[in-house]
Every structure is written in C-alpha cells, then in structure tokens.
C-alpha cells in the first residue's frame, strides 16, 4: 500500500557527505516504522539503519554508527538518510523499506514496501 521513492545520491569524495530522501505515500506514514538498506552487485541487501514509527527509537549497523543518521519528518512523509565522513566501502545502491507495524526491525525480511534504490559512489 505504500510508495516508496528515493533521491539524493551521487558521486563524492571519501570524507565528504551525502543526505539520501525517501517520499512516501500511500501508506499512513506516522504510524510506518521504515529503513535504509544498501546492496552492492553479489551481495546480500544489507541494513543499514532504521526508525521507528514517531522517531523516538533508532538502531543503526556498526559500520555506519557515529556517520550516519536517520530520521523523519512526518509532516512531509519523508525519511531521510544523513551519512557523514563517507568511505569507498560504503558505495552501493541504497533502497528505503517501509514495515507493515510501529515496531523496529533490521532483518530486511520484516519491510515490504522498497523504493527502487539511488546510487552512492564514494572515490578514494
């Protein structure tokens, strides 16, 4: 029931930064707790980072903690993805998630609504 667009990628440098957004509709975003996850060719779909359905609660993977922040402006039905000192190892397509349920979760398989992904490139 929700749609799922993301925007704000591209290409920089290691060190720099990037602010990802996700508009969504459809689905009654106040009460959707949503993700950011990242997949690089051959590799899983991995998480990233994700928020709860008010934004109290957030949960982020080790590798992007203390770099990346995620948040939401309801008003807008807008998530968005902060990341800061971006490294090469962080360059995949990143995809925002939508969860049927308020509650958090990290296992990709609990979100089932995806946007169709935006491209981060990070050069050394």
């Known amino acids: 029931q929700v749609q799922l667009v993301e925007s704000g990628g591209g290409l920089v440098q290691a060190g720099g930064s990037l602010r990802l957004s996700c508009a969504a509709s459809?689905?009654?975003?106040?009460?959707?707790?949503m993700g950011w996850f990242r997949q690089v060719p051959g590799k899983e779909r991995e998480f990233v980072a994700a928020?709860?359905?008010?934004?109290?609660?957030?949960n982020y993977a080790d590798s992007v903690k203390g770099r990346f922040f995620i948040s939401r402006n309801n008003a807008k039905t807008t998530l968005y993805l902060q990341m800061n000192n971006l490294k090469p190892e962080d360059t995949a397509v990143y995809y925002c998630?939508?969860?049927?349920?308020?509650?958090?979760?990290?296992?990709?398989?609990?979100?089932?609504?995806w946007g169709q992904g935006t491209q981060v490139t990070v050069s050394s």
């Open positions: 998630a939508a969860r049927p349920s308020r509650v958090i979760r990290v296992a990709s398989g609990e979100y089932d609504a």
């Open positions: 459809g689905r009654t975003f106040s009460s959707t707790a």
């Open positions: 928020i709860s359905a008010l934004g109290a609660l957030t």
